[in-house]
């Protein structure tokens, strides 16, 4: 079957291309997940352990997923094909599967983010913490969740419909130095509260050395990671595609990786502080991701003025952080339909919406759904990393040694 993408589009230069990766691996992941699991995980040992896994084994991976990507020059579904033969069809539905799964509960739960922001700024903040049980279940309960997942939604599609250039690179070129800029005030800021002292150390300094080789601590690096870093889910590979031949991976995997780690670090240098000095500290060890929405909004509604104002900008920063994973999620199943039926941009853009929308409901309707949905998420994803690195690192030679 002819498979082959007509006058495929390319990123306008290096740093667009770089922005976009950054913008898809920063996002609610680095806001709440990082922090969380080191809470979770043993602090300092947890902080070890994630960048011992990103350095070892997510940064090869990165690699393997731009190269795939750029050599191939087709979407994530039909790279692994082209590369190795039908009998990686599996990858490819993998790569299709887990980006439409994602971006499903993905939807919702910026439509949490997008009302706290609104409610920050308009109406106000649950002011101590038996408000803020109502307060969650006010925001992920009820159909108006549907307007949020809906816009969330629809504003992703509708800037991947506008394409590579005047879409996706634009949006980020936009959007991430917004997001440096409001990261960098809310780390100064925290930095000035009360405990904050009492914050950085819980999450850097308490260190046990036994929980480094804790298993459950180390799956817990291992799925932050490729989740953060939107590994093993086929967006790396459909953002390589659109590279030039001239582009040196390593590199710009190992400065993608810093900045999503990064980013990781400095919101725990703002979520922390928020947790030690409004005393909300017993709310973390019961957290799913419904947490950050307890948490840090009950956390900065103690601070009158001054705490909603900053409530304003963190879930401003949550969204913005989210939109441009979002789109990179989108990006998958869209360029898929584009590349293996020769469809509009446009009307690709469309159906990823429609089908992504549907499948979400179940998400709208239930936390237990999205939180179980997310676990398997994660660990496909892990699944599929390990599969781009077999193929590239061992198939994929073994067959080029064949050929010639
Ligand atoms: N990396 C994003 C985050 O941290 C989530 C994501 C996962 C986006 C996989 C794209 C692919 O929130």
Request: with cysteine; aromatic share 12%.
């Amino acid at each position: 079957m002819e498979q082959k993408s007509i006058q495929r589009e390319e990123w306008n230069n290096k740093l667009g291309f770089i922005l976009a990766a950054v913008g898809s691996a920063v996002g609610l992941g680095n806001l709440w997940g990082f922090a969380y699991s080191s809470s979770e995980g043993g602090g300092a040992a947890f902080v070890i352990l994630y960048i011992f896994v990103v350095l070892i084994v997510c940064i090869p991976i990165f690699v393997a997923e731009f190269a795939l990507g750029r050599n191939t020059n087709v979407s994530a579904y039909l790279a692994p094909i082209k590369a190795a033969g039908n009998n990686w069809a599996p990858l490819g539905w993998l790569f299709i599967i887990a980006p439409i799964a994602i971006a499903s509960y993905y939807a919702v739960v910026m439509s949490w983010t997008g009302e706290v922001f609104l409610l920050s700024l308009f109406d106000g903040l649950p002011k101590n913490a038996s408000e803020s049980a109502n307060f969650f279940k006010s925001i992920s309960t009820g159909n108006h969740v549907f307007i949020g997942q809906l816009f969330s939604l629809g504003l992703g599609s509708y800037i991947v419909s506008g394409g590579i250039k005047k879409g996706i690179e634009k949006l980020n070129l936009i959007c991430m130095p917004i997001l440096f800029l409001i990261l960098f005030l809310l780390v100064i800021w925290a930095a000035f509260l009360g405990k904050a002292g009492e914050g950085y150390s819980n999450l850097l300094l308490n260190f046990d050395i036994k929980q480094l080789t804790n298993p459950t601590n180390i799956s817990l690096a291992f799925s932050q990671a490729f989740f953060s870093l939107s590994l093993g889910i086929g967006v790396m590979i459909t953002y390589a595609s659109y590279l030039n031949k001239k582009s040196n991976l390593p590199k710009q995997a190992i400065q993608i990786s810093f900045l999503d780690t990064l980013v990781g670090l400095m919101a725990g240098l703002i979520t922390f502080p928020i947790i030690y000095t409004f005393n909300m500290s017993s709310s973390i060890s019961e957290s799913t991701i419904g947490t950050l929405f307890t948490t840090i909004p009950t956390g900065l509604g103690q601070y009158g003025l001054v705490g909603r104002l900053m409530a304003v900008l963190f879930f401003g920063l949550a969204y913005i952080a989210a939109i441009t994973s979002m789109v990179s999620l989108l990006e998958v199943p869209v360029s898929t339909l584009i590349d293996k039926f020769n469809l509009k941009r446009k009307y690709a853009s469309i159906y990823s919406f429609l089908l992504i929308f549907v499948i979400g409901i179940p998400s709208v309707k239930s936390i237990s759904f999205l939180d179980n949905l997310d676990s398997i998420a994660r660990t496909l994803l892990i699944g599929g990393g390990f599969l781009v690195a077999f193929l590239m690192g061992s198939v994929l030679p073994r067959s080029i040694r064949n050929r010639t």
